[in-house]
């Protein structure tokens, strides 16, 4: 998933008891929690506009391209249930911190970036600190707040959340205009430093009872990395080189690793990050290839369109973020109108299905836009405006679909492994994107790019109408 997404589940904690210590201030400990889970969503939007002006500067083509947004997802989706449960074991404050100060690190890191390898390097320990992060910015907050606290704590994490993606794309935009897409990775660090000295005084340290505690299930963690790396490496490789076999071989060693990630995790039955018991739940199994459609088809647009909209339209990259700008901002808006009262009302699976058949829709509306004379009001503005109504409709009841099906024992585990999902269906879609860039004609390859994005949605309708369940009754 692209990082200007929301996660379709936060990071739940798990419902165990947990150690804590005394002092703490509520009101600081949410505004670090935000400001520190926020950086992913400014860094991303940031990055998709300012890729064009990145991938010429160090003059590297569409797989250069593609391995700038890689190599920042790559290590989030596959350490990210891992970086949960380091904070179980030894402290949510501690790695929270540790992740603050390893991503101001990265950034001031890409932004001396001498050589595209460096650079590379640098974005894969961002994503590395994204996945200390993202789990347990949302367990400090469900440690300090409790009873209807924590629902309204939560709401405004993600409503902030979502406005600081909102803006970001503008933000962004303006600076890789006027400075330099340089200066964009140094504008972010003072936020990362910011949410860690707040942190020091207002967030009290918590970690999760022995028995409770999530394993730290290193031989899955690395297997799936290495599988992941292999398989996005042969993807990104297979337009240049075809399938030589040298991508054929990159390919299969990706699914033999994948394959050997799968027995180490039945093998470790409920000790391993991803309980393989999970999917025996129909519903469960249901909600996960939904998610990893959808979020692959919005993941690849996320990045897909900025560059479309200053490669091939001639837009700036502020007015680029300024054209991408009604989606964030209405998502934002939309998710808080139509999240419980309408789940409540027409359950979650009504919900789904519509959800996704409007981002189809916006899919379909993309599809129409021709080789030229293209018209922003015409045909970008539609497909935005009905990506943002089926996303709002869809992310928070499929959270709650996620939770039900998972139980109460399995609630954190099952929503982590549903946000890591998210960010690997994007991952996995920003790996065929050299098929689209690598074409003369950039929006035509756009266009028949987003009928790939109908049928992933419409695929994802489908599968929430056959798989979901209602919710058993109180």
């Not at 998709?48 to 990145?54: E, S, Y």
């Not at 942190?199 to 963690?221: K, N, Q, Y």
């Amino acid at each position: 998933m692209s990082a200007t997404l929301p996660p379709p589940c936060p990071e739940a904690p798990g419902s165990g008891p947990v150690k804590t210590s005394d002092h703490y201030d509520p009101r600081g400990t949410l505004t670090a929690t935000i400001l520190g889970s926020s950086l992913a969503f400014v860094l991303g939007s940031i990055i998709n506009v300012g890729l064009p002006q990145m991938q010429a500067d160090f003059d590297v083509g569409a797989t250069g391209a593609q391995w700038i947004v890689n190599a920042y997802l790559l290590p989030l989706g596959a350490l990210v249930l891992l970086g949960g449960a380091l904070g179980d074991h030894r402290g949510r404050k501690r790695v929270f911190q540790a992740g603050l100060l390893l991503f101001a690190a990265s950034c001031l890191l890409c932004a001396v970036a001498w050589s595209f390898p460096f650079l590379l390097a640098a974005r894969a320990l961002e994503g590395v600190a994204a996945a200390m992060i993202a789990p347990t910015s949302l367990a400090i907050i469900a440690d300090a707040f409790h009873g209807p606290d924590r629902g309204r704590a939560i709401g405004t994490w993600a409503g902030v959340g979502a406005a600081a993606g909102a803006v970001a794309p503008v933000v962004g935009g303006v600076i890789v205009d006027t400075v330099g897409w340089r200066w964009a990775f140094v504008a972010v660090t003072p936020l990362a430093l910011v949410a860690w000295w707040i942190a020091r005084d207002t967030v009290r340290e918590s970690l999760s009872a022995p028995e409770t505690c999530a394993p730290l299930d290193l031989w899955g963690a690395i297997l799936v990395s290495a599988g992941l790396f292999a398989l996005i490496w042969g993807l990104i490789a297979l337009p240049d080189l075809g399938p030589s076999g040298l991508v054929t071989a990159a390919l299969a060693v990706g699914m033999a690793l994948l394959s050997a990630f799968l027995a180490v995790e039945a093998r470790l039955g409920d000790r391993a990050m991803t309980p393989l018991r999970l999917f025996q739940n129909v519903s469960f199994s249901g909600l996960t290839a939904f998610t990893l459609f959808l979020y692959a088809a919005l993941g690849g647009l996320m990045v897909l369109l900025p560059y479309v909209l200053i490669q091939g339209l001639g837009f700036s990259a502020t007015a680029a973020g300024a054209a991408i700008l009604p989606f964030p901002a209405v998502l934002a808006v939309l998710s808080r109108l139509t999240g419980g009262p309408l789940a409540d009302r027409f359950g979650t699976r009504p919900l789904l299905v519509v959800g996704a058949s409007f981002v189809a829709l916006g899919f379909f509306a993309f599809a129409q836009m021709p080789s030229q004379n293209v018209r922003y009001t015409l045909h970008v503005l539609p497909g935005l405006l009905a990506l943002a109504l089926g996303m709002s409709l869809s992310v928070a009841p499929l959270t709650a679909a996620v939770l039900n099906s998972a139980g109460e024992r399995y609630a954190g585990v099952a929503s982590g492994i549903n946000n890591a999902i998210s960010r690997i269906g994007g991952l996995l879609a920003t790996a065929l994107l050299g098929i689209v860039l690598l074409q003369a004609d950039l929006l035509m390859a756009f266009a028949l790019a987003a009928w790939a994005g109908v049928a992933l949605a419409v695929m994802s309708a489908v599968i929430a109408l056959a798989t979901v369940r209602p919710a058993p009754a109180p």
